[in-house]
Structure formats: structure tokens, C-alpha cells
Nanobody, 122 residues
Framework: QLQAFGGGLVQTGAFLELSCKNPRRTFTNNAVGWFRQAPGEEREFVATISWRGDTTRYSEIVKGRFTISRDNAKNTVYLRMNKVQPEDTAVYYC?????????????????WGQGTLVTVSS
């Protein structure tokens, strides 16, 4: 199971970095995505990265503020969140895809972590 780390309470405009790791199983051959779910809202796509780390995709809401990256030697994927806003408040989940290709469709990610809560105060 994937584990997401790094959530917490931050102020508007702050920087926050989330990390995602699976201590038991490598997913270096899989695309990995970040999704989030705000209270009372549907889960939404945030960003995804190919297994090599050379291709990424972002939702329009976070493009230009968030950066996804990975270090396969450490079996870890990161989400760097710049200039966070109150509307970024959500539980953030990382998920590994069925294969190496990137996709924003949550149904293409069978392996999920437990999530980490990010709260942005105004």
C-alpha cells in the first residue's frame, strides 16, 4: 500500500511538499498520480508522472503552482505545492497506475495510499 506524507496546516501562500512511498513494493515501472478530495466534494485529479519521470500532466487548477517529480532510486514520488490557497485544502492521495503511461482517470490507478490532509488557512 502506498503511503502519503507531508500534509499539515499551512497559511495561504506557503510552500508544502508531499511525498508518496511504498515501503513494500516498488512501483518504479508505473505512472503515479496525485489526487485530492475536499470535504463534501468529489475526488479530483491533481497531477501525474510517467514511470521515467519525463512526462507529467497537471490539472488546470494547479498548473504553474504544483510540481510532481519522482526519485525511482528512493521509490518516492513528490508533490511540491507552491503558493497554496484555501481551496487547496483537501486530503491528498497518491496512487500507482496500471502501467507506465500517464492518465488523469482515477480508475486507471488500482493502487492507493491512505491520504494526507492539507489544510490551508486564510
Amino acid at each position: 500500500q502506498l503511503q502519503a506524507f507531508g500534509g499539515g496546516l499551512v497559511q495561504t501562500g506557503a510552500f508544502l511538499e508531499l511525498s508518496c512511498k511504498n515501503p513494500r513494493r516498488t512501483f518504479t515501472n508505473n505512472a503515479v498520480g496525485w489526487f485530492r478530495q475536499a470535504p463534501g466534494e468529489e475526488r479530483e485529479f491533481v497531477a501525474t508522472i510517467s514511470w521515467r519521470g519525463d512526462t507529467t500532466r497537471y490539472s488546470e487548477i494547479v498548473k504553474g503552482r504544483f510540481t510532481i517529480s519522482r526519485d525511482n532510486a528512493k521509490n518516492t514520488v513528490y508533490l511540491r505545492m507552491n503558493k497554496v490557497q484555501p481551496e487547496d485544502t483537501a486530503v491528498y492521495y497518491c496512487a500507482a497506475g496500471r502501467g507506465s503511461w500517464i492518465t488523469s482517470n482515477a480508475q486507471d490507478y488500482p493502487y492507493w495510499g491512505q491520504g494526507t490532509l492539507v489544510t490551508v488557512s486564510s
